[in-house]
């Protein structure tokens, strides 16, 4: 389908190990979000990409984690020496962004669920 | 700081009947409010925008309201089918970045 691809779908890591998450946001999208998203609760943002740029990543937690989108398309939310609190779900959305996205629909992947041992 | 309130209990309904969600907010003034629907183990689907100054949006089945003076929307689902059982996050935001209720699940009885 063409719709929000997010890899892996799930991700068993120890302590203190690096992990990678990567999205694949629907093509021409200009808009690209990741959330994070803890269980019985809804997503929180994370940070937010204009094409390559990151406008805004006031939501990460901390300075271990880290988000990218080089080439303006696909994106990797990287997570450093991981901790048990970061286990979460992280959503990424993408969406049309041509001018004001303040008010468009967001277009969610499925998330991947990461858990920290 | 902002907070948004859903439905603190999880809603059973009969089939057929009509399911109202409440999504309050409080300590700020959005300009629209999302709705969006999120079934076990998947991503939020997005289903409604209302923005300030509508008072009522509908699609389907789908009856959304938004009242700035109570700071509140009402979410409804009219003859409620058991595929309608998911849990159903509000989104009451100014900007691009998006801030969620915890959400409420449906679940519709057959």
């Known amino acids: 389908g063409a719709g929000v691809s997010q890899s892996p779908r799930y991700k068993v890591a120890k302590r203190g190990q690096d992990v990678a998450l990567r999205c694949d946001p629907i093509s021409g999208h200009v808009s690209l979000f990741w959330y994070q998203q803890a269980l019985g609760q809804g997503p929180e943002f994370l940070t937010y990409f204009q094409n390559e740029a990151q406008l805004d990543k006031s939501g990460l937690p901390s300075d271990r984690f880290f988000a990218e989108r080089p080439e303006g398309s696909v994106s990797t939310l990287k997570i450093q020496r991981t901790q048990q609190e970061d286990s979460a779900v992280y959503l990424c959305?993408?969406?049309?962004?041509?001018?004001?996205?303040?008010?468009?629909?967001?277009?969610f992947g499925d998330g991947t669920r990461l858990s920290i041992l | 700081s902002q907070k948004i309130e859903q439905n603190s209990e999880a809603l059973n309904i009969q089939e057929g009947k009509t399911a109202t969600l409440t999504c309050n907010y409080t300590n700020y003034s959005p300009a629209y409010l999302q709705w969006y629907r999120q079934d076990p183990g998947r991503g939020p689907v997005f289903l409604l925008l209302i923005r300030e100054n509508e008072k009522e949006k509908r699609k389907e089945r789908l009856k959304v309201t938004f009242d700035t003076t109570l700071k509140q929307s009402l979410f409804h689902i009219t003859a409620s089918q058991p595929a309608d059982s998911a849990t159903y996050l509000c989104?009451?935001?100014?900007?691009?970045?998006?801030?969620f209720g915890a959400g409420t699940t449906v679940t519709v009885r057959a």
């Open positions: 989104a009451p935001s100014n900007d691009y970045k998006l801030s």
């Open positions: 959305a993408s969406s049309l962004g041509v001018r004001d996205s303040s008010n468009q629909p967001q277009h």
